[in-house]
C-alpha cells in the first residue's frame, strides 16, 4: 500500500468538509490557503450542463483564490482524478498557508469552459458553506454569494446533494 502523502487544494464545492469527507473520508483538513495570481470563476461547463468553479490566472495585483489544503493518499488522489473527471486537469500550484508556510499542492483546472451557464444553487452552496466553515472573508463570501445561480431541474439530485448538511 502506497502510504505517500499529497496535498489537495480545494477551492470550489470541495471547500466544504462535509462533502469532502463524504467523497474521502480518510482526508485529513491541514487549513486555509492562498493562491495569489488567480481569480475564482465559475466557467467550468460540468457534464450536467451547469457551470462549476474554475481559476483562472489574472494579472490583477491584489487576486487570490482562497481555498482549503488537504493531506490525501494516493490511493484518495486517484479517486479524486476520477471524481473531477475529465474536464478538468490536475495541475500543482504554489499556495500559502495562513501560518505563511508555502506548499506544492495538487488542484484541478478546467479544460471546457462556457460563457453561458450558471451553477445550480446546491452547488453554490457546497462553496458558500465552504467559505464560512473555514471563515473566509466576509467580501470573498459576499463575491460567492452573489453568483447567480439556477435550481437544478433533477431535484432528487439536489436533495441527495444537501443532504450532508441535515
Known amino acids: 500500500m502506497n502510504t505517500m502523502l499529497h496535498y489537495y487544494f480545494a477551492y470550489g464545492s470541495n471547500l466544504s468538509s462535509k462533502r469532502l469527507f463524504k467523497r474521502l473520508p480518510h482526508a485529513q483538513c491541514l487549513g486555509v490557503a492562498e493562491l495569489k495570481g488567480h481569480e475564482l470563476t465559475f466557467n467550468m461547463l460540468s457534464k450536467d450542463g451547469s457551470a462549476k468553479c474554475d481559476i483562472t490566472r489574472t494579472e490583477a495585483e491584489f487576486s487570490r483564490v482562497l481555498g482549503v489544503i488537504y493531506t490525501l493518499s494516493s490511493e484518495e488522489l486517484s479517486t479524486l482524478d476520477l471524481i473531477e473527471g475529465t474536464r ?79
Open 88 to 166: 478538468y486537469n490536475r495541475v500543482s500550484k504554489l499556495v500559502r498557508l495562513v501560518n505563511g508556510e508555502v506548499l506544492e499542492a495538487h488542484c484541478y483546472i478546467a479544460n471546457t469552459f462556457h460563457t453561458d451557464r450558471l451553477p445550480f444553487s446546491w452547488y453554490k452552496q457546497h462553496v458558500l458553506n465552504g467559505a464560512r466553515e473555514h471563515s473566509f472573508p466576509s467580501s470573498y463570501i459576499d463575491t460567492i454569494n452573489h453568483q447567480t445561480s439556477m435550481q437544478d431541474p433533477d431535484v432528487k439530485r439536489e436533495q441527495l446533494e444537501l443532504e450532508i448538511y441535515k
